[in-house]
């Protein structure tokens, strides 16, 4: 199996989105003109061919056992884009209801779940979904973007014990957040904007896949 890994070097400081031939870091046009809220973006794969296959077994037809190859690529994505030392906790994009419904699980929940454990970092699910948008797919990118604002809260019980540690040298420490496909990067645009409203200083993302369009 050939997987379609995103490059470590090359990439936009901000997205992750990675330009051919390109050393060192770069700010795409996307960044500047749209500004995510999150700092910055992680990705495992492409969003295609056998990584699409894998990303959709895990997602859609439970294909659970496949969790801890998938964390091992996670992890080391994290590694090689983040200072691991740095990071509050981590957490993952909840997912929609209809999807819980249909599948009982969240795919990203346990894979956030897993990761928090292999980098010794608490896991903590901040957010919640209070939103119901209309699915991202068939949208283009500025729908998409209106389609995710005010999805997620941090309910009010986290707000009071403090969003990253009770104590106060602890909020400016970023938090991770993990989804599973990136494609625009608006659902974690969205969710960096919502954190960063209830106190977080910095938000980082993980993704399994990206699917960039250049
Ligand atoms: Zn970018």
Same mark, same amino acid.
Request: with cysteine; glycine share 6%.
């Given at each position: 199996?050939?997987?379609?890994?995103?490059?470590?070097? %090359?990439?936009?400081?901000?997205?992750?989105?990675? !330009?051919?031939?390109?050393?060192?870091?770069?700010?795409?046009?996307?960044?500047?003109? +749209?500004?995510?809220?999150?700092?910055?973006?992680a990705s495992v794969f492409? /969003? $295609?061919?056998?990584?699409?296959?894998?990303?959709?077994?895990?997602? /859609?037809? $439970?294909?659970? =056992?496949?969790?801890?190859?998938?964390?091992?690529?996670?992890?080391?994505?994290?590694?090689?884009?983040?200072?691991?030392?740095?990071?509050?906790?981590?957490?993952?994009?909840?997912?929609?209801?209809? +999807?819980?419904?249909?599948?009982? =699980?969240? *795919?990203?929940?346990?894979?956030? *779940?897993?990761?928090?454990?292999?980098?010794?970092?608490? =896991?903590?699910?901040?957010?919640?979904?209070?939103?119901?948008?209309?699915? *991202?797919?068939?949208?283009? $990118?500025?729908?998409?973007?209106?389609?995710?604002?005010?999805?997620?809260?941090?309910?009010?019980?986290?707000? !009071?014990? %403090?969003v990253t540690k009770p104590?106060?040298?602890?909020?400016?420490?970023?938090?991770?957040?993990?989804?599973?496909?990136?494609?625009?990067?608006?659902?974690?645009s969205e969710a960096a904007?919502?954190?960063?409203?209830?106190?977080?200083?910095?938000?980082?993302?993980?993704?399994?896949?990206?699917?960039?369009?250049?």
């Open positions: 199996m050939r997987l379609p890994f995103v490059p470590t070097d %090359g990439l936009c400081r901000k997205c992750g989105r990675d !330009a051919v031939g390109l050393d060192g870091e770069y700010l795409c046009d996307d960044c500047r003109q +749209h500004r995510p809220h999150f700092d910055r973006a492409r /969003f $295609e061919g056998e990584a699409r296959e894998l990303v959709n077994a895990f997602k /859609f037809r $439970e294909k659970l =056992y496949l969790r801890d190859d998938l964390v091992d690529f996670l992890e080391a994505a994290v590694r090689a884009r983040f200072r691991v030392d740095e990071i509050a906790c981590v957490m993952p994009i909840p997912s929609t209801l209809t +999807h819980r419904l249909l599948r009982g =699980y969240n *795919q990203c929940a346990i894979l956030a *779940q897993a990761l928090a454990k292999r980098l010794g970092k608490p =896991y903590r699910p901040l957010l919640r979904r209070v939103g119901h948008p209309e699915k *991202q797919g068939g949208l283009d $990118e500025a729908a998409r973007r209106e389609n995710v604002i005010d999805t997620f809260a941090v309910p009010r019980c986290v707000l !009071a014990r %403090g104590h106060s040298s602890f909020s400016t420490s970023p938090v991770l957040v993990l989804d599973d496909i990136m494609t625009t990067g608006s659902t974690l904007r919502t954190l960063k409203a209830a106190g977080v200083e910095t938000v980082w993302t993980v993704s399994l896949a990206r699917s960039i369009r250049l």
